[in-house]
């Protein structure tokens, strides 16, 4: 007795919530092969029944005249792109033309400015010395020669400055000229690469879109799975935009979906918990069962039931099929109890329907 009761106040035994009815689920991928152009077929590359996997060709249709707008393209595509470069070598001369004919003249425009520095100098020295004779000459100190000697010497340096300093304006102006130039050539060159880089874009494009039509002219599955059907068509037929070529069939994973009275779902049901799974018809016993986790839970009752998603754990025992629609039954391990907490629960589950039972007799009266 010591020990019975030992094990009924202190043994955990694990609770399970059973679902009233559950069923596999296999989801399905069908997808449709179409053409997208006009064409006719050059071969047929899968039949019916066929294992494909994603990418695989089915049909070609005939490409030789994107094959021939691409040729063309790709000529005047190179054309262009060494009309580009000529543009571009011709850029880099202009450039260095440029930077070597502006240091020329600013080097010698800083010759200039120095030897107009130093006739400026030297023309205030004569100019002090033709005053002093002017006014030695004055004072009858000095001949009026040496007086007319030095005058005349300082008008010819006068005219030698001015001389430089037009010199150092024309350098000046040679600079604008050549400035002015330089940005007209470039001016023109980015004009004519613009053209031909907008030439290139529109080549580009056209290319762009000859690929993309010969790979239109190239049917291909789109998902791996069975070619479920093939239209019946012949090398040689014309295929119009639109038509319908070919269905592929892709199997997808096993689900299973279950449903459990919202006493037994909400606040014992979580997701992450692991449950059990049994097929109807086989028996748990000799065939095994699956073992598999909660994924999600319905938030809201419909038709009375809790709708639980489970997803299957590991490898299925491979002597049961997993058939899309099977019965099933779901037990989900909700927590563990003592003997003594499982019978104060029935008893209480008892007095509940007693407390109902009891209502409805009065509500009847």
Not at 40 to 51: E, F, N, P, Y
Not at 211 to 232: D, F, H, K, W, Y
Not at 264 to 275: E, M, P, R, S, T
Not at 349 to 358: G, Q, V, W
């Amino acid at each position: 007795m010591a020990a019975w009761a030992l094990w009924f106040f202190t043994q955990e035994i694990t609770t399970y919530s059973v679902s009233d009815q559950a069923r596999l689920e296999q989801e399905h991928n069908t997808v449709h092969v179409s053409t997208q152009r006009e064409g006719r077929v050059v071969s047929i590359l899968a039949v019916l029944g066929d294992t494909l996997n994603s990418g695989d060709l089915l049909v070609k249709l005939d490409t030789s005249s994107f094959d021939l707008d691409l040729t063309g393209d790709g000529l005047v595509l190179n054309s262009l792109s060494a009309q580009l470069e000529s543009i571009k070598l011709e850029q880099s001369l202009i450039d260095n033309k440029y930077v070597e004919d502006d240091k020329a003249l600013q080097d010698q425009l800083q010759i200039y400015m120095q030897k107009y520095q130093l006739q400026q100098s030297n023309q205030k020295i004569q100019a002090d010395v033709t005053n002093r004779y002017e006014m030695l000459l004055e004072k009858q100190q000095s001949s009026e020669l040496d007086y007319l000697a030095a005058k005349r010497t300082y008008q010819q340096m006068a005219m030698e400055t001015l001389q430089v300093k037009s010199e150092i304006e024309l350098i000046k102006d040679r600079l604008e000229q050549i400035s002015h130039e330089y940005q007209l050539e470039v001016s023109t060159l980015q004009q004519r690469r613009a053209n031909i880089e907008q030439k290139l874009v529109e080549t580009d494009t056209r290319i762009q879109q000859s690929s993309l039509a010969v790979n239109e002219q190239e049917l291909r599955a789109p998902i791996s799975g069975t070619l479920a059907s093939l239209a019946e068509i012949r090398e040689g037929e014309v295929l119009q935009a639109g038509q319908h070529i070919a269905t592929i069939q892709a199997g997808g994973g096993i689900s299973v979906q279950a449903f459990f009275p919202p006493a037994l779902a909400l606040g014992h049901i979580q997701v992450g918990q692991v449950a059990r799974v049994k097929l109807d018809g086989f028996s748990w016993a000799r065939y095994g069962q699956f073992e598999a986790r909660v994924e999600r839970m319905a938030s809201a009752v419909q038709h009375e039931k809790i709708l639980v998603q489970l997803s299957l754990q590991g490898d299925a025992p491979s002597i049961l099929p997993l058939l899309h629609d099977l019965p099933a039954r779901v037990e989900i391990a909700t927590g563990t109890k003592t003997p003594y907490q499982l019978l104060l629960q029935r008893v209480g589950d008892m007095l509940t329907e007693d407390r109902e039972i009891e209502s409805d007799t009065r509500v009847s009266f």
